[in-house]
């Protein structure tokens, strides 16, 4: 009962840039925490930001320096802006979300993936 919805994806340049959002709705109790995963094809799904509730973040490696994630709780969205683009961050990229949603009176624990977005980088 806890949708995610993705865009902002697309095709760029190497050295260029792409603000990715999702949002999350349902019948949400609490988000704890909001993140961005990618799948480049032979490849498993990796991390790639994440941030909670209490405004933590971490970033994978590759990533540091290129990409800021950010979160709005308010409106249940979380935004990945990615610069300085390269090759290798082509892949399809998953919003995720855990937290608590209601199911009737009782608040159940949730993982939630969205549908993801492709983000091609090339020349």
């Known amino acids: 009962q806890v949708q995610l919805a993705e865009s902002g994806g697309g095709l760029v340049q190497p050295g260029g840039s792409l603000r990715l959002s999702c949002a999350a709705s349902?019948?949400?109790?609490?988000?704890?925490?909001m993140g961005w995963y990618r799948q480049a094809p032979g490849k498993e799904r990796e991390l790639v930001a994440a941030?909670?509730?209490?405004?933590?973040?971490t970033y994978a490696d590759s990533v540091k320096g290129r990409f800021t994630i950010s979160r709005d709780n308010a409106k249940n969205t979380v935004n990945l802006q990615m610069n300085s683009l390269k090759p290798e961050d082509t892949a399809v990229y998953y919003c995720?979300?855990?937290?608590?949603?209601?199911?009737?009176?009782?608040?159940?624990?949730?993982?939630?993936w969205g549908q993801g977005t492709q983000v091609t980088v090339s020349s």
């Open positions: 349902g019948s949400l109790g609490s988000i704890h925490t």
């Open positions: 941030v909670t509730s209490g405004t933590t973040t």
């Open positions: 995720n979300a855990e937290g608590l949603y209601w199911r009737g009176l009782s608040l159940t624990s949730f993982g939630s």
